[in-house]
């Protein structure tokens, strides 16, 4: 089971952008959840190996997920925030499946906090 550190949430103000990273053990397709309190965990973006990018209908536009095969590093880029757009997100790694399927993957990060001001 590969390892992930996220890193790179934060304070912001609607319209700000800010990335997050995360950072992998091992060569794998990757994903991006999030959760508001009170609110299921949710889809957000996901990236095979081969770069084939995923996103959620919600961040399409708005949001961009790469990554860096040679640093095993995938990056979320969050332009154009929203107050809505808070949450915990969590990277997640190793689906075996549909990758908007949380229930899917098999190695998490330990979230990171994203706060969105009006």
């Known amino acids: 089971q590969v390892q992930l550190v996220e890193s790179g949430g934060g304070l912001v103000q609607a319209g700000d952008s800010l990335r997050l990273s995360c950072a992998a053990s091992?060569?794998?397709?990757m994903g991006w959840f999030r959760q508001a309190p009170g609110k299921e965990r949710e889809f957000v973006a996901a990236?095979?190996?081969?770069?084939?990018?995923y996103y959620a209908d919600s961040v399409k536009g708005r949001f961009t997920i790469s990554r860096d095969n040679a640093k095993n590093t995938v990056y979320l880029q969050m332009n154009s925030l929203k107050p809505e757009d808070t949450a915990v997100y969590y990277c997640a790694a190793e689906p075996r499946g549909s990758v908007y399927d949380e229930y899917v993957y098999h190695a998490w990060g330990q979230g990171t906090q994203v706060t969105v001001s009006s």
């Open positions: 990236i095979r190996w081969s770069g084939v990018p």
């Open positions: 091992g060569r794998t397709d």
